[in-house]
């Protein structure tokens, strides 16, 4: 799907996320959100474009596959019957192949794309029931879109693209300024504020970007395959960008990617989508060890296990005094990370948490996990 939002569809309003409509609108509500209601709760979502769109949804054509229903209706379900909360504070990542529905799912979560069916909350509030003004502050304030091709202008410097956000909110230039300035040391652009983009890498450029969406300091990033155009390292560096930032802040994430890897290394949890569908939701672990089908176990079947399956998962329960004694390593601890501990220890490792221990590993047990057998039970 192209990366700039203004491309997709009739009924995609024009603004992207950074916001492209003029200064104005509601004031942010100060009320900070509840930490026990998730950022998004979505239930039952439906995207369906062409003729007589809405009326596919809940009837006979619904569980159409994608080419009869294309056939039948001239319609194209880009996102069937999806639900899921996004929790505050996590990287929620949707993954699947091109065309399995991703950038319009993460499009209606503020309506760039305006679902068909089912129901959206942020924070609690319905987002199918806010008007324009509601819409365009959510988008401003609470939810910042950082897109593959960066969407920068080509005429201001680093520091004016970066600051663009915070402009367009009304915040006063010396303010945004000071702000951008901040951000500008955040994401490691010190010295080249003053450069136009085009005198920029495409890893830089992509910093510019990500700076922008972090200036209006969002509720949450939603990026869309942001690194995807970046060559193996650069992105990978992008990648650590992400993971520290997220350290640092907590900030929730929802990040659209088609790479695996990118996937694991940076999702708590990861939704995989094929033809409009999720067909799996879980962590990384949770999806490499207990792939829900044939699809999703043929897709992560050369994930290296050792690197995603923790102890938790590949341990089994002690026996004869073996919880007493011996070196210890935590339950989150990774097989790859725990064989180090069981060949210098030459006995099996006690899985330890607050103080209790929930099994041990031995050589066997790890063995075992990275050929992908189940771990005897424990505890
Ligand atoms: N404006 C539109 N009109 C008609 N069909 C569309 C439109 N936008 C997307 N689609 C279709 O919806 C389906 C999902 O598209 P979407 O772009 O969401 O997938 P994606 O997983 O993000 O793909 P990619 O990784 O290639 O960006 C595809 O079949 C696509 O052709």
Not at 53 to 75: M, Q, V, W, Y
Not at 297 to 310: A, C, L, Y
Request: proline share 6%; glycine share 10%.
């Amino acid at each position: 799907m192209p990366a700039t939002p203004a491309a997709a569809d009739t009924t995609e309003t024009t603004e992207t996320a950074a916001g492209a409509a003029p200064a104005g609108g509601p004031a942010v509500p100060a009320v900070p959100a509840d930490p026990a209601v998730p950022v998004f709760s979505v239930r039952g979502l439906w995207k369906v474009f062409g003729p007589g769109a809405d009326k596919i949804p809940g009837s006979a054509h619904a569980n159409l596959s994608a080419r009869e229903l294309r056939e039948r209706t001239g319609c194209t379900a880009a996102v069937r019957d999806v639900s899921f909360d996004v929790h505050r504070g996590e990287v929620f990542v949707v993954m699947g192949l091109s065309g399995s529905g991703k950038s319009t799912l993460v499009r209606c979560l503020t309506r760039l794309i305006e679902p068909t069916g089912g129901t959206l909350t942020m924070d609690g509030e319905d987002v199918l029931a806010m008007d324009r003004a509601h819409l365009r502050d959510l988008r401003r304030h609470r939810a910042s879109m950082v897109f593959q091709h960066f969407g920068l202008l080509p005429h201001r410097t680093v520091l004016d693209n970066i600051a663009y956000g915070l402009e367009i909110q009304g915040v006063g230039r010396a303010e945004r300024r000071a702000r951008a300035a901040a951000m500008v040391e955040k994401v490691g652009l010190t010295g080249m504020e003053h450069r136009r983009p085009g005198q920029l890498s495409g890893g830089q450029q992509q910093r510019v970007g990500l700076a922008r969406a972090l200036a209006v300091d969002p509720e949450v990033l939603l990026f869309d395959e942001p690194f995807s155009a970046l060559d193996p390292l650069i992105r990978r560096d992008m990648q650590e960008e992400v993971i520290r930032l997220h350290r640092e802040e907590g900030r929730t994430m929802v990040f659209i990617t088609h790479d695996l890897n990118e996937a694991l290394r940076l999702g708590d949890r990861i939704a995989l989508m094929r033809d409009g569908r999720i067909v799996q939701l879980g962590t990384p672990e949770e999806i490499v060890s207990s792939p829900a089908d044939d699809y999703v176990r043929d897709f992560v079947r050369d994930v290296p296990r050792e690197q995603v399956v923790t102890v938790r998962n590949a341990m089994r329960s002690a026996e004869d005094g073996e919880g007493r004694s011996g070196e210890t390593v935590a339950p989150d601890t990774t097989v790859a990370e725990a064989v180090g501990t069981v060949a210098r220890s030459g006995a099996p490792v006690r899985v330890m948490e607050d103080g209790r221990c929930l099994g041990v590993v031995d050589a066997g047990c790890l063995l075992a996990a990275i050929a992908g057998e189940k771990a005897v039970a424990a505890r």
